[in-house]
């Protein structure tokens, strides 16, 4: 355990004193000879979901985007090429339905030859990774058509000038289906790029059909239908213990029909039909529960398996006792089954045949996601139905419960937290036995499954100052891991490609912070991927208890918040008009509609058009925000006419901003078209506050609204009728350093990790008590300017760096650096 000293939670808001000369240094005391509880060693793991491009287009290594044919073509003509694919040359493409492979690939694709050649090319996810002398393998159906009994060239090509870095042939093709691999081998002198292109060729009379196009470069340990080796790289550098599994909004789906169907997810993979997923593109459903298996044994991880439950995202369910209701919780137990069971039973030999004989371990099992968004109440009913199932057949598996549920009793519950640096940094003592948290430690001796958390700040992956909450949030889940026995990230995956509308191209990534970036060629860990690395790779065995005294002194804090007002969308097209902003005596701020004002406003996420008199987001930006106004504006009205054209959400309007991380807003119809509810944004991290109430904004109407900021109190309207009452409270102060520790039994090793997330050194004394001898060891520290991110173009631009840690005893001083993570690892012997 870790106690703060009370000097460190006095006044307004704490910070570390920055008159280092007149201050006396914090105090670390480390008792060495009364650990604490030991830490589970399941503690730390990886949880996923397909969103953001996680897997089609990011883990799952397959190159060929929308290879059934079947992805939305959102607005393209009903005679245009599938998406993402076009014609080459004079050959013409369509799709059809005639006659196919079989019922999972219902769509074929037509090329039909105009002068007796041509053919039809896939741009991949963002391009088509090309790198020298490297091989690809390539898997198609084909059979010609009205005659054609040529050949099919399948070829790499680089999209500037149309050179061929790779290619191979098919045999004559005959009129009946037959399946074809092909070997594709880059030249020595082909460049690394993602600007190529992957061309199916035919020339001679008549047409070829095509179904199931695949192009695979070397994956992870060579496994067919296998990962991406960089980002299985990186995902192995955190040493996770466990997967969960497949999510996250992912399991439910939007609707029924696109839950997570895992029967329909295993096999071979060309007998897999895929589904539309939940966050606006489709899923190939390649990988699918193998891949989940593959990837665990991969990286010898144990899945944590969560089950679909009988709700969506929609908000339909089934009812416990309903015969849907039984057919889902017979489902579980055949996944379940699945995973676990002996090659000779039903499902075992499922698995078997997916290429994994041995059962896999599996020791928690989760029923549903998120089910505390759930308004009907069914979800008692349902989660008694399935655990009272699962733990009649598998008595041995501990359950989770999405959310606290009347008249049951699971093992864990799944306790999940997004919000800005400055309050993950409070939650460091959420857990902490007599915190009083109103979401701490549960009744009935309960244990947590902290299954997502994130600091939310950086886009599209967390910043250094994001880094140093994350970093303390986990240490304070680690030191009360007696109660938080696992703790996972989220998202964890993010393929961070802007969007291209010349392309048709849309933004790689749905959620703004994740844990890694990457794009066709290039993976990165984020600031926060490097602390839980240094967690994840320096694990002890028992909490040992800390004791961390710091000076500070007091913030003070503005009472007369302030800044411009603006409006936002949020992936919803939408159109707002006559924008004035008033004083609290009625008398005008704004100098008539702001709008008509181009130059007065500024626009932090892509420019907005103000054409006609109408302010209209960019098309191919899908949540950007609009300011205008004067920065010392304190108390105002807002009143502004609004119209959604479409999308899935509805109105942002903003207040006391001062950029475009900075602001407060009312998200009328946020959380997909339900909810009118204020959020505060701090850094760029953004969570919700004041009571939220049911909203729906209908397309295609103007609405009226009117928003009143008096201080720290909002109100909202629309068409006169108040929706909206919040108060932005005076946040509790913040504290600034943090110290946890832990023993490794094995080497006899401390391991001490120290947060300073302010702008001045931290200077230490550490005191070891009850400590005999002490060693020498090492010191990781991650550090840099708290804006600081990573990316493609600068993978490294904040990393950790090692040093030797030579002057460790049983009482030496230390200084850790402005803004940084540390840890120290070095032998102590107690006396």
């Known amino acids: 355990m870790t106690t703060l000293r009370s000097s460190l939670a006095a006044g307004a808001a704490a910070v570390l004193a920055s008159a280092a000369a007149t201050v006396p240094a914090a105090t670390i005391d480390i008792d060495m000879a009364h650990p604490g509880h030991a830490i589970p060693p399941g503690f730390y793991g990886l949880m996923t979901e397909e969103i953001n491009y996680a897997y089609d287009g990011g883990l799952y290594a397959e190159l060929i985007r929308n290879r059934t044919f079947q992805d939305p073509t959102r607005g393209a003509a009903a005679d245009a090429p599938p998406a993402h694919w076009s014609a080459v040359g004079t050959a013409q493409v369509s799709t059809h339905r005639a006659e196919p492979v079989n019922v999972a690939l219902p769509v074929s694709l037509r090329l039909t030859l105009k002068d007796g050649k041509g053919g039809v090319a896939n741009d991949g996810y963002w391009g088509i990774p090309v790198h020298p002398a490297t091989t690809y393998t390539a898997t198609f159906y084909a059979r010609g058509i009205d005659g054609y009994s040529g050949q099919v060239n399948a070829a790499l090509e680089l999209e500037a000038a149309g050179r061929v870095v790779a290619q191979a042939t098919t045999p004559p093709l005959t009129a009946a289906w037959r399946k074809y691999t092909l070997t594709l081998t880059t030249t020595p002198d082909a460049p690394t790029t993602a600007a190529a292109k992957f061309v199916l060729r035919a020339a001679g009379p008549g047409s070829v059909d095509f179904s199931f196009v695949s192009l695979f470069p070397p994956t992870y340990q060579g496994a067919p239908n296998g990962l991406r080796p960089d980002l299985m790289k990186l995902l192995a550098g955190l040493r996770p213990a466990f997967i969960r599994l497949p999510g996250g909004n992912y399991v439910e789906g939007s609707r029924f029909a696109d839950r997570f169907a895992w029967k329909r997810m295993i096999g071979p993979a060309d007998q897999r039909p895929g589904h539309m997923g939940c966050w606006s593109y489709r899923s190939s459903d390649g990988f699918g529960l ?28 089934v009812a416990a006792g309903s015969p849907e209701m039984d057919l889902y919780t017979q489902e579980a137990l055949d996944e379940i089954e699945y995973v676990t069971g002996p090659a000779d039973s ?79 940094q409070r939650e460091f003592t959420r857990y902490d036995p007599g915190s009083g948290h109103p979401e701490g430690r549960k009744a009935g001796g309960v244990k947590v499954f902290m299954g997502e958390w994130a600091t939310q700040g950086g886009s599209p992956t967390p910043n250094l100052r994001s880094a140093l909450a994350d970093a303390a949030f986990v240490m304070g889940l680690e030191r009360n891991s007696d109660d938080v026995l696992m703790e996972c990230y989220a998202p964890l995956l993010a393929n961070v490609n802007e969007a291209d509308s010349t392309r048709g191209r849309p933004r790689g990534w749905q959620w703004n912070t994740n844990l890694i970036g990457y794009d066709a060629l290039t993976a990165f860990g984020s600031p926060s991927y490097h602390v839980l690395a240094m967690f994840g790779q ?43 902003v008033t004083g609290p005596d009625g008398a005008s701020l704004s100098g008539g509609d702001l709008i008509k004002t181009p130059a007065r406003w500024n626009f932090p996420r892509g420019r907005w058009s103000t054409d006609g008199g109408v302010l209209r987001p960019p098309a191919d930006i899908t949540q950007s925000w609009a300011l205008a106004g004067d920065p010392s504006w304190t108390d105002y009205t807002v009143t502004v006419r609004a119209r959604k054209l479409g999308g899935s959400e509805g109105f942002i309007l903003l207040w006391h901003s001062a950029d475009g991380d900075n602001y407060r807003w009312w998200n009328l119809g946020g959380w997909g078209n339900t909810l009118s509810r204020c959020e505060l944004a701090e850094n760029g991290g953004r969570e919700a506050y004041g009571p939220g109430k049911p909203f729906a904004v209908e397309p295609d109407r103007w609405y009226e609204l009117k928003l009143e900021v008096r201080g720290h109190a909002a109100r909202g309207y629309v068409d006169g009728k108040l929706v909206m009452e919040a108060v932005d409270e005076v946040p509790p102060p913040v504290p600034m350093a943090f110290a946890s520790a832990s023993y490794l039994n094995s080497s006899g090793e401390l391991i001490l990790k120290v947060v300073n997330a302010a702008g001045e050194p931290l200077r230490t004394d550490i005191h070891l008590r009850g400590a005999r001898q002490v060693g020498p060891g090492k010191a990781l520290v991650l550090t840099g300017a708290p804006t600081a991110v990573n990316s493609v173009a600068q993978p490294d631009n904040v990393a950790p760096k090692e040093e030797p840690l030579t002057d460790a005893a049983p009482t030496f001083a230390r200084s850790f650096p402005p803004s940084s993570v540390t840890l120290l690892r070095f032998p102590v012997q107690s006396q």
């Open 290 to 317: 193998p891949e989940y298996l593959l990837w665990c044994r991969q990286l010898g991880a144990e899945p944590v398996l969560a089950l679909f439950a009988g709700y969506v995202l929609n908000g339909d369910y």
């Open 346 to 424: 039903e499902w075992g030999r499922r698995r078997a045949a997916d290429g994994f004989p041995e059962p896999f371990p599996l020791h928690f099992v989760e029923i549903g996601n998120e089910d505390f968004f759930d308004r009907s109440g069914s979800y008692a009913g349902r989660f008694a139905q399935m655990a009272r199932a699962i733990r009649q057949k598998y008595p041995q598996l501990r359950i989770i419960a999405t959310t606290p549920v009347a008249g049951a009793h699971p093992d864990l519950v799944d306790d999940h937290i997004y919000a800005g640096a400055d309050t993950m």
């Open 538 to 580: 320096n694990r002890g065995d028992v909490v040992l208890p800390v004791v961390l005294d710091v000076p500070v002194v007091t913030r003070p804090v503005d009472p007369h918040p302030h800044g411009l007002a603006g409006v936002g969308t949020y992936e919803t097209r939408v159109e707002y008009a006559n924008l004035v």
